[in-house]
């Protein structure tokens, strides 16, 4: 079983306007002359900056400058994304032609941001624009810059559509903002990626709350995100769909996310049993090979002679390795239905040459229970062996 992406597309239909600020004026100009050939790929982009700029505010400001002057909205293809491309296909797509929606901004800004040494991360959500929610999901990102967290919109701060069409125009108010701010606009589906002590819920963005209310209980979200951040893949996914879900299914956008997050767990859940199934697999194979080497040593009557320990232990290990692999089997968990005869034709298999070793170790304990004469007598050739599952 593979592991199987969801992809969730995330776009937008109108973006904002807003005042333009000009306390980056040398980083700015900076970048508009940033030659053609540093601009091939993330890591010439990268270079070009942390060659002219030491601080990370003049950094994380450099790329941001970049991505919302030089990608254009993709207005002609905002519902045409593809589910499988990966995020560094989006990345090098977008670098090369200069578009792209939402998740393209935020993917290049987020890797611009990483690669320079900054704590980044790309956050999944929707907004709202002029008091209204909007109906489409929507993709932008956060970075920590000396110890605080702030919000990055490369996309809203690019410029504005207006019917149908994309106009440049740089827009600062989603450089650097803070979260108490952005979330008058952007809210995260997960509450984590608010970056606020006290998150709001989805009804109160509806409703416009967006005031600090002390009497919800207190959330420390830089120690959850480090949490997060030390758990595996699976708990993560678990822990982000239980916040989703804890603040409120809302609308639609939220409850297909939701399911997304679901499904996910679901595989990745799968595929990790799937992978405790292949070690038990490969177990009862390994316990197969000694069960088989040592019914050969019977059929050949025990020769060349050894020792009663080691003729009694030529047994017990397949045995053993065949009762930890019967123990470990009912503890795999759900691969899926369609892998439900092959889990059951596994326990079958187990079962059966377990019921071998089981008989031959039954032999062995009356053989060394016996005079070496009476053993001679007790030979009979055994025609049945264990089989491997390849």
């Not at 509806?206 to 120690?223: A, M, P, R, S």
């Not at 804890?246 to 990745?268: C, F, M, P, R, S």
Request: proline share 2%; glycine share 4%.
């Amino acid at each position: 079983m593979k592991n199987i992406l969801f992809v969730f597309t995330f776009c937008f239909s109108t973006l904002s306007f807003g005042q333009v600020n000009a306390g980056y004026t040398l980083v700015d100009a900076k970048m508009n002359v940033i030659p053609a050939n540093a601009t091939v790929s993330t890591d010439a982009i990268v270079n070009y900056i942390k060659a002219n700029f030491k601080t990370d505010n003049d950094k994380i400001r450099a790329a941001f400058y970049w991505t919302a002057s030089n990608i254009s909205y993709d207005v002609k293809n905002m519902f045409n994304q593809n589910p499988n491309e990966t995020s560094q296909e989006k990345i090098t797509n977008t670098l090369k032609t200069r578009k792209g929606v939402c998740i393209d901004y935020a993917e290049v800004f987020n890797e611009l941001s990483k690669k320079i040494g900054i704590e980044s991360y790309i956050i999944d959500g929707y907004t709202k624009q002029y008091g209204k929610v909007t109906t489409l999901a929507h993709a932008w990102t956060a970075a920590k810059i000396d110890g605080n967290w702030f919000v990055f919109d490369p996309t809203w701060g690019a410029g504005y559509v207006d019917k149908g069409k994309f106009s440049k125009k740089l827009n600062n108010y989603y450089f650097k903002a803070e979260p108490s701010k952005m979330i008058a606009s952007h809210i995260p589906f997960d509450y984590l990626w608010q970056f606020l002590n006290y998150p709001i819920t989805n009804g109160e963005f509806y409703e416009g709350k967006i005031q600090v209310n002390k009497n919800k209980k207190f959330f420390d979200f830089d120690k959850e995100i480090a949490k997060q951040n030390s758990m595996t893949e699976i708990d993560q996914l678990f822990a982000s769909a239980e916040r989703i879900e804890k603040n409120g299914l809302k609308n639609a956008l939220i409850v297909e996310y939701y399911d997304v997050k679901k499904k996910q767990l679901t595989y990745l859940r799968q595929n990790a049993n799937i992978e405790k199934l292949n070690a038990v697999v490969a177990e009862m194979n390994e316990a197969v090979v000694l069960l088989n080497d040592f019914i050969l040593y019977r059929n050949n009557k025990f020769k060349p002679t050894f020792s009663d320990d080691e003729i009694n232990n030529m047994i017990q290990k397949p045995r053993e390795k065949l009762i930890k692999c019967q123990n470990e089997i009912y503890k795999v968990g759900s691969t899926g239905t369609e892998n439900a005869s092959n889990v059951a034709s596994i326990k079958k298999s187990i079962e059966t040459n377990l019921a071998m070793a089981e008989e031959h170790a039954s032999f062995v304990k009356s053989y060394l229970s016996k005079s070496k004469i009476v053993r001679k007598t007790m030979f009979s050739k055994v025609s049945w062996f264990g089989v491997p599952l390849n």
